[in-house]
């Protein structure tokens, strides 16, 4: 299976001759050469990991991808297709096995609502956690994308995320909040974080691929 990292939260995984992309959303540049698309995930409605305009650019290419996403983002994507998930959910989509976490997104303020969000666990290898720390109760998790930078995010938080979950590899995302010396340095936390586990971290930059 290839990890494709694109800007902020976007992944593309790549498992046999099919694709599955999360959260393609607005820092992230016109995604190309998309092949089968199996499935499309969106975590949560925040345009920074899902606008219309890139959904539609890439039902437009794979015209009947199935999309799945909690009850927040159906609300907020009406007229399109959402399969509605939940944290427990088990869906089995082309090459793929994708289970559910969490449930809601990382307080960002009181005067801010908190939204519907899940986290993913691809074939039981790559887990994605959407904006949350929700630990996958349950699961072995050998690959952690770890958010790096957010308005809801604090480094130290971040680092007893990553302490949590254990994973054998590691590497950041939800990232272009950050300048170049804040990346940097939020690595640099999460991958002592992820080596006290015995785990690996891996620097991803935009178009990086990581086979795992």
């Not at 409605?45 to 539609?56: A, G, K, N, V």
Request: glycine share 10%.
């Amino acid at each position: 299976m290839r990890v494709t990292k694109f800007e902020h939260a976007c992944l593309r995984i790549d498992e046999t001759d099919q694709t599955l992309l999360i959260d393609p959303g607005s820092f992230t540049t016109p995604l190309d050469d998309l092949g089968d698309v199996a499935g499309i995930v969106i975590t949560h409605e925040h345009p920074d990991h899902w606008t219309p305009e890139h959904l539609d650019r890439i039902l437009r290419v794979v015209p009947g991808a199935p999309v799945f996403a909690p009850a927040g983002v159906a609300r907020a994507a009406e007229g399109y297709d959402v399969t509605v998930v939940a944290p427990g959910d088990v869906i089995e989509v082309g090459d793929f096995t994708l289970r559910f976490f969490g449930g809601v997104h990382e307080v960002i303020h009181s005067s801010i609502p908190v939204i519907d969000n899940v986290g993913v666990l691809v074939n039981d290898e790559l887990y994605y956690p959407g904006d949350s720390y929700a630990v996958p109760e349950g699961a072995a998790v050998r690959t952690l994308a770890a958010p790096l930078g957010a308005p809801w995010l604090k480094i130290g938080e971040a680092m007893d995320y990553v302490l949590a979950v254990q994973p054998r590899r590691a590497f950041g995302t939800h990232d272009m909040t950050l300048s170049v010396i804040g990346k940097g340095m939020h690595r640099a936390r999460l991958q002592w974080a992820t080596e006290q586990g015995g785990g690996e971290f891996f620097a991803l930059e935009p178009g990086d691929t990581l086979d795992i």
